[in-house]
């Protein structure tokens, strides 16, 4: 919470957020006493939880409202989800390893979390059946934004996600306008995990 302000996080929703979700109960059991390090922790088959700081700089940049539905692309271990959760009416969350979608759906319950439908797919597809979305968070990087996620996107609604080859990458933040997607800004630079699928990397 500390370094999340440090990081420049100011909107009191998304602090009170980050100070309301446990993360504690949204990564391995094993590494529980690493979360109160402002770092990213490994979560299992090769992916990670990014550090709480930059996940509040991405939610916080997509202006969410309470009556907002918003898509996350890459669940994990469902930390980013329980956030969204507390800023928007309803959360749709993909996630390509089922069995991380599962132990997300688990923690998820445990917590309490009601609002949020993790879906076991490839999110570079998006949600057609549940679209439009007021805000878009991708928490995998690619080379560009998939079209169907911008096509999926509610005119004035934000899109935030790290471009880039996974290893080095700048989080943008997009902005829908008509019916195009438009670059707004550079949030930070950062390294994610690679997005994975049909409008991604090729699946190794
Ligand atoms: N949001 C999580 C972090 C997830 S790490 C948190 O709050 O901790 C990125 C996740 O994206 C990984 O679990 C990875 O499996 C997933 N991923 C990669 N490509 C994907 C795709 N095409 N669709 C859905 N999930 C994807």
Redesign the pocket.
């Known amino acids: 919470m500390r370094a999340a302000r440090a990081q420049g996080v100011t909107d009191p929703r998304v602090l009170e957020a980050l100070r309301a979700v446990r993360r504690a109960s949204?990564v391995p059991r094993e590494l529980r006493n690493e979360v109160g390090y402002d770092c990213a922790i490994p979560?299992g088959?090769a992916?990670?939880?990014?550090q709480p700081s930059l996940?509040g700089l991405m939610i916080e940049a997509l202006e969410l409202g309470p009556e907002d539905t918003v898509l996350?692309?890459?669940?994990?271990?469902?930390?980013?989800?329980a956030l969204l959760a507390k800023l928007a009416r309803r959360v749709f969350s993909?996630?390509?390893?089922s069995e991380?979608a599962q132990v997300a759906r688990l923690n998820l319950s445990a917590q309490g979390v009601s609002n949020v439908e993790v879906v076991t797919?490839?999110?570079?597809l998006g949600l057609p059946g549940f679209a439009p979305f007021g805000g878009i968070v991708v928490?995998?990087a690619f080379l560009r934004v998939p079209a169907p996620l911008a096509a999926q996107l509610t005119p004035g609604g934000k899109l935030v996600m790290p471009v880039g080859n996974g290893g080095g990458d700048l989080v943008k933040v997009f902005e829908k306008h008509d019916s195009e997607l438009v670059e707004l800004r550079v949030l930070c630079g950062a390294r994610?995990?690679?997005?994975?699928?049909a409008n991604?990397f090729e699946v190794g």
Not at 47 to 50: D, G
Not at 192 to 197: A, K, R, T
């Open positions: 949204f979560i088959r992916q990670t939880t990014s996940i996350e692309v890459g669940t994990g271990h469902g930390y980013q989800a993909v996630e390509r390893i991380l797919g490839d999110g570079t928490a995998a994610f995990v690679p997005l994975l699928g991604g």
